[in-house]
């Protein structure tokens, strides 16, 4: 399959954020975040739980609209659209949600067909194919009668993300596509991601906490922290970077903070013990 | 915050209070309006219609049995506790008449109403709090899905429609429970119990009834829907956003129920003047 990509827009962002902002009550989640996907590239979004990465990537497809600055699709500013506008926009895109999402009364089948369904308007016979390809795409051809209920969260997972590329969108975004899933699947589906930019040059934006993910589908690393983003850059640069709050995030290391909170927790319940055991 | 001072936290709370209901209230009729908006495109095209079907399936057929046994006992209990006193006025074959009035104006409309609320209403919006807080919904919109049009229209329009059926087979159920008592337990002369029956209870009547129930089920419709979308996050968020639909929907069948009949009344006598039962 040849990339979609045309050679004039791969220097133009395919989508924009600039300086937007979401609060949720009082809780500032985003700070005037600026942000530009590139064409044919996937972006690993990282951040401490709660950093506000899923808000983040929910603004890119105006699931969220942010309560200032803009968000631009192909050029076009999409958060002040009606949803009625939007529809046609959307089709763009693919979101594997981070609890799959799957519709619980529907087969596995109908979920995979769903958007294929209501929008591309194909024959029964086409929608089974795509499905089916689909599928096998995700290692999982076969369970097409199965409801979500009798799947394990992995297999769930893989279904999401069959129905996410069903359209064949051109941004496919990734909430967590890894978290729950042991090592060996969750390589399965970074060779996907990987697979789905070099050979159908989808733009993937992925949210994850899963370093040896992010370093192997990144092509660029951006992570939020306090809603701003402190880092932008290659894999290779993040592993040089100084910042301190990006090297014990990549690094997998406990804040002083945390842990001395952790010590002195350890030691209070080390003497209520000791108080509680009899006399030997 | 400020200072502190137990009187202004007091006025600040209560404010908080009212303008959290007011903004509540505004996002509700906003709801309305958009369902309103889908349905005046969505009625004509038969792939709702598709929806609807098994939707009327849930909210119809599996309340039949419920609404059957609650006209039965409403029928029953109103014969008993009529008889003697109508009896002893010389009005017993007047008993059709206080029976099936009450039944076909108010406590057909309100029970039945009540009954698919109780439970519709609280399934719906477990139903769809759920699907809210999965993502469901989220996931709906990213393909380009209206959840409106393609979750609340057809529930709205199952409710709508089923509603006045139930109710009719609730006040059928009432009628044959009043008469059982009446002629056959209490020895009422079946001629006259229908005569007066026939005489008293009007096409009006019928359409005031039916007109409360449609009433009825478009609040059930839209506010167990309104709910559910709107729950807050987790399995306490759900749990009490069906409370929540049940509570609204039967103030709102209540109060509403008050108005139409106040309204009827208004009305019939506007057109067509006092008209005697006794």
């Not at chain 1, 922290?225 to 301190?244: H, M, R, S, V």
């Not at chain 2, 119990?193 to 026939?198: G, I, K, L, V």
Request: net charge neutral.
């Amino acid at each position: 399959m040849t990339a979609q990509a045309s050679p004039a827009s791969s220097s133009e962002p395919i989508i924009r954020l600039d300086s937007v902002s979401k609060s949720f009550g009082a809780l500032k989640v985003l700070r005037g975040v600026n942000l530009s996907l590139r064409q044919g590239e996937t972006t690993v979004i990282l951040g401490e739980s709660g950093s506000g990465k899923s808000v983040l990537l929910k603004h890119i497809v105006a699931l969220l609209r942010p309560d200032a600055g803009e968000v631009h699709l192909h050029g076009q500013r999409i958060d002040n659209l009606s949803e009625r506008e939007l529809v046609p926009l959307r089709a763009h895109f693919g979101f594997l949600f981070q609890n799959s999402a799957l519709f619980d009364s529907f087969t596995v089948a109908q979920n995979v067909g769903f958007p294929l369904v209501e929008h591309a308007h194909k024959s029964r016979k086409e929608v089974e194919g795509i499905v089916r390809d689909k599928l096998r795409m995700v290692g999982l051809d076969g369970v097409q009668a199965k409801r979500p209920a009798e799947l394990s969260g992995g297999q769930r997972k893989r279904v999401a993300l069959a129905r996410a590329i069903a359209m064949d969108p051109e941004v496919i975004l990734y909430d967590e596509p890894t978290t729950g899933l042991d090592p060996p699947r969750a390589d399965v589906i970074n060779e996907l991601i990987v697979k789905l930019r070099n050979e159908i040059g989808a733009t993937g934006v992925v949210v994850t906490h899963d370093m040896t993910s992010a370093f192997k589908v990144a092509d660029r690393i951006v992570m939020l922290y306090e809603g701003n983003l402190i880092f932008d850059g290659t894999a290779a640069e993040i592993k040089a970077t100084p910042d301190q709050r990006v090297r014990r995030f990549i690094e997998g290391r406990a804040t002083e903070e945390d842990l001395a909170s952790l010590h002195d927790a350890m030691e209070d319940t080390r003497t209520d013990r000791a108080a509680r055991m009899p006399e030997r | 915050m400020s200072e502190g001072s137990p009187i202004v936290e007091f006025v600040s709370r209560i404010g908080a209070r009212l303008v959290n209901g007011l903004a509540g209230f505004g996002r509700f009729w906003m709801f309305v309006l958009r369902t309103g908006r889908w349905l005046s495109t969505a009625v004509f095209l038969p792939r709702t219609w598709a929806l609807v079907m098994p939707q009327c399936l849930e909210v119809g057929n599996r309340t039949v049995p419920v609404i059957l046994v609650t006209g039965l006992f409403v029928g029953l209990v109103l014969a008993v506790q009529s008889f003697d006193q109508l009896n002893a006025a010389g009005l017993a074959d007047r008993m059709g008449v206080l029976v099936n009035l009450s039944l076909v104006k108010e406590l057909g409309p309100v029970l039945a109403g009540v009954m698919v609320a109780g439970r519709v209403g609280g399934a719906l919006a477990a139903e769809l709090g759920t699907m809210n807080v999965t993502e469901q919904l989220d996931a709906l919109r990213v393909m380009g899905s209206d959840p409106v049009r393609y979750l609340v229209v057809p529930r709205f329009l199952a409710c709508v429609l089923l509603t006045p059926v139930l109710t009719f087979y609730c006040d059928v159920m009432g009628a044959l429970a009043g008469w059982f008592v009446a002629v056959v337990l209490k020895g009422v002369p079946s001629e006259p119990y229908w005569y007066y029956t026939a005489d008293a209870v009007a096409g009006w009547d019928l359409m005031v009834g039916f007109s409360k129930s449609v009433v009825f089920g478009a609040a059930i419709g839209l506010i167990a829907c309104y709910k559910g979308f709107h729950c807050r996050q987790g399995a306490e968020g759900v749990g009490r956003a069906c409370t929540e639909s049940f509570v609204a929907i039967f103030i709102t069948i209540l109060a509403t129920d008050f108005f139409i009949a106040t309204f009827a009344q208004g009305l019939y006598k506007a057109f067509y003047g006092f008209k005697p039962l006794i």
